[in-house]
């Protein structure tokens, strides 16, 4: 895969600084932290879908020689208290009643019953992992199997199992969302629209697996973690709040991280359980996720129904949408479910203008795999629904695609937009992407070639375009939940002149120390080599939630700049009483102050040195030492909803307009794509290297979600993909050349002018797939109703529509 | 992953391997490059008592004289996949080896191995039994030779004694008469996974660019890796217009015994296979002809 046309100056300087260690293996991540005298958990995870446990019993797996402990739900010791509940706290009153969220004690082991296959129900602490492994064979569970539900539309019927009994029935979540008047546009409508359009469950999966090192001092009461997760201070927070230990303080290290594009964002049994083991033992315990456990066992994604009606005029504009969306929340120890289901409810309306707009939601608990976060996180499912409406409206009304899609954007002039969910959108200029990605993709040229070959009936390849535009609102803030609207930075210039950020941040490969470096330059005038970036430590960290949203170019970089400009102001003080010049006269420069009018300069070291050494330097009423903290608020959020379920929950709007031309072997079903084409709007691009390389991992992201990964259950509750032997992550060969654009519509709400980067590329790929392939199939009247478009189901499509059954 | 608890012995030599697998029967296995064996003993779905390893033995060398081609078990994909010895012979095995797995596993994975694996979508088994090639199977007890069309008896089964090794794969000799082109296509859902239909087919034509014979081995469309010696008798002795190759895939097509896995249901099988046979048969007559192909199914 290469990137062409990419129109954007590269800037000296701005070369990622971790790449080096990275590459030379020099950085050790979580699993490779093995201090001596390390004990290795593995854990029994349940075989059934759904089942009561009648009775585990870890005699002969104890007696294992090797075998140091072990635990399951009816021996757990008397500190461990329930995993306090994630991301939301509790069901508020605050909410309104909207959402309402059903809740339950966790212990991270099951107890009374399994609810899917792979739930942690036992686990074993052993000298190696080897020996761990062979003693979980030794386990004797007892089950009774009970009836399983994997379906979200069953999991609704009176006659469906329940996965959770103490409910009554299967839904996690409820939420609705309404602005402007759904009821008297429909009725005003030339045309209605009802689909049921699905999206498919697949998940994340990081070349860093999970990983947890635990490790107790009852001296100091001191629970250490090193976890690879995205939110270090805010696993620290919930596992003290897990765990009844008088005096105890949790310690969370994360970084560095190999990967987490959300699955490392949610609280898991693991974690839990290597800290209840770590106390338990009074050795360090060790944890490192196999890519089976992580495929079955950590959470999945994207699986959601939507029942969606639009109405349109004659002419193509639509009036109103309303939707009915079923999410297959799988066993869900409410996670990243919530959150992403109500996310979901907020977006549907997309890049359009769609004034009278109104959803209802049902997180629904099904027995597969809890639901949890993912790179393009409840947006994804929406873009998709939105993105296939728009062409399944343009079928109908016999518009052009690309037409009905003009004709409905928010125009440029009306930014900042508040949509009809409450959502206020920043800045973008839709059209004008879609015009670009037209351009790039050589749409007309492709199009004649299709009428071309259609007309005279050529024989062989079936071609197809395909376009969409995938709005990705980024850096999300949700009410009474440990994901607020800010963001946290100290800063300190030690007497030897470097600065030091500790940061709330956590980098996973993003680049944080690379863009902070940057942003220091143009703030502090300081060389990257002088700045040291801390982050992922909760000690020595401000507190802060951690990465997720694609936040940290939004208020990670807005908190550095604020502290930056914050101890600039002081640097300015302490230099003016040093150069006996004004503070209008100075500039921050290369490494130090100097004066306008007469050239004179220092080094921020001499600065520095006057704030901890030679405090007679100072100006009388300035306080000794030169460090400052700042918490950024964002200011295009909301944190109130009102009683329709409105609310801005998301600060920043980038988006992408993707188009792909593919072509479709009629006897296989094998597809091609010749070409595709991004045009992306982050805002303004901060760092070239970074975008470029996010935009480009997401599509790939995103094209194996639409193409190729899935994670289908049969009837039973049996999950199929238990390994990359059968889920399959595109490889470079499956990745085309992507023609990459950028249109920059700067953020105004920041002081950088940025947006989120790094998820629109997920949420593209799959409505430019699925309209790309309706497109191609357009001459046989099918419709797309599945991802992933593996060459099966195309040809299944094909078959049943030249009548062949199937 | 970790497998099982296993006692590993490091073969000094083959007959050292032979003799120890002797002594230990089913409770043994080899392990030559790993690429099977080593995932089952990770996912525990293999637990034998004992390892052999005899991957780092010699290899020996690819030979060709009068009587064929004669390939050492212990190959390995990549070393097949450049051996002038065999791209001389056909293009059958380049097509073949190369899209195996990826790179790493070619540098790793034998010959021997995967034969022996017996997977039903197999590249190297169908690509073999269209060659019409033998495997000398070895054990303390001596050595015999079975036709690879025979070896073959199910899903991961094969007439493989518990106390043999695969010792060298041999390729019959060329016809002296006529032309010959061989081709291997096969429909994967992405760069290196297993064959959701593969078709192996080494062709050879007379001057009149009848069939004079042809083999067809067959990858992921029936329970074993399989030729199909009733179509290459329909072809035998016709030239190939477009209704003898119409009518032997349309046969083929009802022939065939595939199976639902996760990555395809036997119905879509049963279609694909005569499409991708049609398209290795094409292959196959373009280079038989002295062409150039692509040797990607689509």
Known sequence: ?806 | MYPARFDYIRAEHWEHALEVLAQHGVEARPLAGGQSLVPLLKLRLAQPRLVVDIGHLPRGAVVADGSGIRIPALTRHADAEREPVLGLATSLVEDAASHIGDPQIRHMGTVGGALAEADPSGDWSAALIALRAEVVCQSVRGARTIPLRAFFQGPYSTALAPDELIAEVRIPPRPTAGRTGGAYLKVEWRAGSFAVAGVAVELVLDEERRCRDIGIGLAALGPRPAADEVVEALLRGRPLTDDAVADACALLGRRLEPYSDTRASAEYRRALGPVVFERTLRNAAQRALGGEVDARVW
């Open chain 1, 1 to 806: 895969m290469k990137a062409g046309v990419v129109h954007i100056e590269r800037k000296a300087g701005t070369e990622r600084r971790e790449d080096e260690e990275i590459l030379a293996a020099r950085v050790r991540y979580a699993a490779d932290e093995d201090p001596p005298g390390t004990l290795h958990a593995a854990i029994y995870r349940s075989p059934y879908a759904h089942a009561r446990i009648r009775g585990v019993d870890l005699t002969r797996a104890l007696g294992l020689p090797g075998v140091v402990y072990g635990l399951t739900a009816r021996t757990l010791p008397p500190y461990a208290k329930p995993m306090s509940p994630f991301p939301f706290q509790t069901t508020d009153p605050f909410l309104q009643g909207n959402p309402t969220i059903k809740f339950f004690p966790h212990y991270g082991l099951a107890s009374d019953k399994v609810r899917f296959v792979g739930e942690p129900v036992a686990v074993i602490v052993a000298e190696d992992r080897y020996v761990a492994e062979d003693a979980l064979e030794l386990i004797d569970a007892e089950y009774d199997p009970l009836p399983a539900v994997v379906d979200e539309e069953l999991a609704l019927t009176p006659e469906s199992p329940v996965v959770y009994e103490g409910w009554g029935d299967n839904v996690m979540l409820r939420f609705r969302v309404a602005g402007g008047d759904a009821d008297r546009a429909f009725a005003a409508a030339d045309m209605v629209l009802r689909e049921k359009i699905k999206s498919h469950r697949f998940a994340a999966t990081p070349i860093e697996p999970r990983a947890i090192l635990a490790r107790y001092d009852p001296g100091s009461h001191t629970l250490d973690l090193r976890d690879s997760t995205q939110i270090p201070h805010v696993i620290a927070t919930v596992l003290e709040a897990s765990l009844d230990i008088p005096h105890l303080k949790v310690r969370v290290r994360s970084s560095p991280v190999g990967g987490g594009f959300g699955t490392k964002w949610g609280f898991y049994p693991e974690e839990w359980l290597m800290a209840v083991l770590a106390v338990a033992v009074r050795r360090p315990v060790r944890w490192v996720e196999l890519r089976r456990e992580h495929l079955v066992a950590s959470s999945h994604a994207r699986e959601q129904t939507h029942f969606i009606e639009m109405a349109l005029t004659r002419d193509g504009r639509i009036l109103g949408i309303r939707d009915r969306i079923l999410a297959n929340a799988g066993a869900a120890y409410p996670q990243g479910a919530a959150a992403t289901i109500i996310t979901t409810a907020m977006f549907v309306p997309g890049a359009y203008k769609v004034e009278h707009y109104e959803a209802t939601v049902l997180g629904v608990a099904t027995n597969k795999a809890p639901f949890g976060a993912h790179r393009g996180f409840g947006k994804a499912e929406a873009a998709y629904v939105i993105e296939r409406m728009m062409d399944i409206a343009a079928g109908a009304l016999g518009l052009d695609p690309a037409e009905i899609r003009y004709r409905n954007f928010i125009p440029p002039q009306e930014f900042p937009y508040v949509s009809a969910t409450g959502a206020r959108y920043d800045s973008g200029n839709y059209a004008e992407a879609l015009r670009r990605c037209l351009d790039l993709l050589e749409h007309d040229r492709w199009r004649a070639e299709q009428r071309r070959r259609r007309e005279r009936g050529v024989p062989g390849p079936l071609l197809g375009i395909g376009f969409a535009l995938a709005l990705e609102p980024s850096s999300a803030t949700r009410m009474n939940s440990y994901n607020a609207g800010y963001f946290s930075v100290t800063m300190r210039v030690d007497p030897g002149g470097r600065v030091f950020v500790f940061s709330s941040g956590n980098d996973e490969g993003q680049g944080h120390a690379t863009a902070a470096a940057q942003l220091l330059q143009q703030e502090l005038g300081v060389e990257p080599d002088s700045v040291v970036y801390v982050e992922g430590d909760s000690l020595l960290c401000p507190y802060g939630s951690g990465s997720y949203s694609s936040r940290f170019s939004i208020v990670g970089t807005s908190a550095v700049i604020g502290a930056a400009r914050r101890l600039r102001a002081k640097i300015l003080r302490i230099a003016s009483y040093l150069l006996r010049r004004p503070q209008e006269d100075l500039a921050v420069e290369a490494g130090g102050v100097v004066s306008r009018s007469t050239g004179e300069r220092i080094t921020l070291r001499d600065v520095a040195r006057a704030a901890y050494l030679r405090l007679w330097e100072l100006p009388p009423d300035e306080d000794p030492g030169l460090d400052v903290a700042y918490h950024y608020r964002d200011p295009n959020v909301g944190l109130v909803v009102d009683r329709n379920g409105r609310v801005a929950m998301f600060s920043s709007y980038p988006y992408t307009a993707d188009g792909a031309v593919v072509e479709i072997d009629p006897d296989t079903g094998l597809l091609r794509i010749l070409r595709y084409v991004s045009v992306h709007d982050c805002g303004r691009v901060l760092n070239e290297a970074i975008v470029v390389g996010q935009h480009l991992g997401a599509l790939a992201h995103g094209i194996g979600g639409a193409l190729y990964e899935e994670l289908p259950y049969d009837a039973g509750g049996q999950p199929l993909h238990q390994t990359f032997v059968d889920y399959l992550v595109p490889t470079a060969r499956e990745i085309p050349d992507i023609i990459l654009d950028h249109l920059m519509t700067p953020n105004p709400f920041t002081p950088a002018g940025l947006k989120g980067t790094g998820e629109t590329g997920t949420v593209s790929p799959p409505p430019v797939f699925a309209n790309a392939v309706e497109d191609a199939l357009r001459p046989l009247g099918v419709k797309v109703r599945a991802l992933p478009l593996r060459p099966e189901r195309i040809w299944r499509y094909m078959r049943t529509a030249s009548g062949q059954g199937g």
